[in-house]
T-cell receptor, first 112, second 115 residues
């Protein structure tokens, strides 16, 4: 069964304390992995797409990496404005279309 | 500015009433989606449409209906048959779903409360 698991469920950091969020998946035929940021009461905002193992993408304090079984979202020297829920999603080709499976997310709290 | 709009932001209904959520996009995307988000769960796909006048059921379509008469619009009706309709509803769009794994772009969401 296709599954996406994100850990931890919640993460509390002090400002400047770097850490990583994990997204592990059991999906056959992975075609793409996506990271989104979601603020409370709002729609998810697209951050990164990763297509193959070994690929890395960076944006400001965020860096996403991908292996054959999991992806990490590294947050370097986070600021309070980085507080949000981070969602991971994988896409696999299924019967003529790309099926997207979302994880439940990691809620990040960054304290000043 | 290109984007996706959803209306209303908050919606309150009594049990037994049907309600329609609006979703409009001006990104010229072919594919549109409706998701439901509940606390502690990943987004779950209700319906999707890859082209005008065509749509497919997602994982949790029971109690919901959609239409796709225009490329820009993909309204969702929550019927009285939906047993637990209170949730946060998200509309999304992407360029295509059949040839390349594009990311999806989301609207701001509609929070539906049914009492």
């Amino acid at each position: 069964e296709d599954q996406v698991t994100q850990s931890p469920e919640a993460l509390r950091l002090q400002e400047g304390e770097s850490s990583s969020l994990n997204c592990s998946y059991t999906v056959s035929g992975l075609r793409g992995l996506f990271w989104y940021r979601q603020d409370p009461g709002k729609g998810p905002e697209f951050l990164f797409t990763l297509y193959s193992a070994g690929e890395e993408k960076e944006k400001e304090r965020l860096k996403a990496t991908l292996t054959k079984k999991e992806s990490f979202l590294h947050i370097t020297a986070p600021k309070p404005e980085d507080s949000a829920t981070y969602l991971c999603a994988v896409q696999a080709l299924r019967v003529g279309r790309f099926k997207t499976i979302f994880g439940a997310g990691t809620r990040l709290f960054v304290k000043a | 500015d290109g984007g996706i709009t959803q209306s209303p932001k908050y919606l309150f209904r009594k049990e037994g009433q049907n309600v329609t959520l609006s979703c409009e996009q001006n990104l010229n995307h072919d594919a549109m989606y409706w998701y439901r988000q509940d606390p502690g769960q990943g987004l779950r796909l209700i319906y999707y449409s890859q082209i005008v006048n065509d749509f497919q059921k997602g994982d949790i379509a029971e109690g919901y209906s959609v239409s796709r008469e225009k490329k820009e619009s993909f309204p969702l009706t929550v019927t009285s048959a939906q047993k637990n309709p209170t949730a946060f509803y998200l509309c999304a769009s992407s360029p295509d779903t059949g040839h390349f794994p594009y990311e999806q772009y989301f609207g701001p969401g509609t929070r539906l409360t049914v009492t």
